[in-house]
């Protein structure tokens, strides 16, 4: 069954319809809306199904963007899970999600585990999609997929952080695979695109042509049309990874940052910078970061 809120604030239960196949674990979905009321950006919908879930809004910014937190109650994803988060913001409306703690993708000889997420942004909108890391465990077999669709103006920007193996416990990824995939759509036309695919032991996680032995990589990601090379040249002016590397690149209306390193929290802060300097071009606001972040 499915659990939904409807727009008035009532909660009703749905049946579901998606055959969600015979792998054997967790079936979750979660899909949310969002719209503009007066001054402040509403969660105007929401439908979960399974192990989903969202705290209520909050707002700790005075345009009244919407923070929300999505909560994912086992607190890890096993052989066989099968996570789906849709979230649409519609025209002008402003929403920042993130998550409470890092997701673990657990070890399994079980099916592989899939996670997905579709975000959609209307003309107008801006979304900002800012869950924190994500631990892959030695002998995960896991996909992640995520896929952004803009309309016209539509703004977002998001990142994405991963830990291949547990280094502070001196179990590095040595079996195991990790599919990742990343789509952006403007106006139905595809415009950037990145896949990875990463095998436990595989040589390039550790030669130099390759990840370098480095088990943290993220990325994140603007789209706007209006990111220019001064866009760039503010960030290489103003951020630097402490512990890692760091590269801002350019394409068509997409500022790219690129982390590889050693450690998830310098990763994660060198972000946080990024997302400090940019958040006034992209956004016209200055950054109020999510409590959570610093519980």
């Given at each position: 069954m499915?659990?939904?809120?409807?727009?008035?604030?009532?909660?009703?239960?749905?049946?579901?319809p998606l055959a969600f196949g015979e792998a054997a674990g967790w079936e979750a979905e979660l899909s949310l809306a969002f719209d503009q009321r007066g001054e402040r950006s509403v969660l105007a919908g929401s439908l979960h199904r399974g192990p989903l879930r969202v705290?209520?809004?909050f707002y700790p910014e005075r345009n009244g963007t919407c923070h929300l937190y999505i909560l994912h109650p086992p607190g890890g994803v096993a052989g066989g899970d099968i996570l789906r988060i849709d979230a649409r913001v519609e025209s002008a409306a402003r929403v920042l999600i993130t998550t409470p703690g890092a997701a673990k993708l657990y070890r399994s000889r079980l099916a592989r585990s899939q996670l997905t997420h579709t975000l959609q942004v209307d003309a107008g909108a801006c979304l900002e999609w800012f869950p924190q890391e994500t631990i892959v465990f030695d002998g995960a077999n896991a996909s992640t997929q995520t896929h952004v669709q803009l309309a016209d103006d539509g703004v977002y920007a998001g990142w994405e952080i991963v830990c291949l193996g547990r280094p502070h416990s001196h179990e590095p990824f040595q079996r195991g695979h990790l599919q990742t995939e990343l789509t952006i759509h403007r106006d139905g036309q595809l415009r950037f695109m990145e896949r990875g695919l990463y095998h436990g032991g595989d040589p390039v996680l550790s030669e130099s042509w390759g990840l370098h032995g480095n088990p943290v990589f993220g990325l994140f990601v603007v789209v706007h049309a209006q990111a220019d090379d001064s866009w760039v040249e503010q960030v290489r002016a103003q951020v630097e990874a402490r512990s890692g590397l760091f590269s801002v690149t350019l394409l068509p209306g997409i500022l790219l940052g690129r982390y590889l390193g050693a450690s998830t929290l310098d990763a994660r802060a060198t972000f946080e910078r990024m997302f400090a300097v940019l958040?006034?071009?992209?956004?016209?606001?200055?950054?109020v970061t999510p409590r959570i972040w610093h519980t």
């Open positions: 499915r659990v939904g809120l409807e727009h008035d604030g009532r909660e009703r239960t749905l049946p579901i705290q209520r809004a958040r006034p071009l992209y956004a016209g606001s200055t950054v």
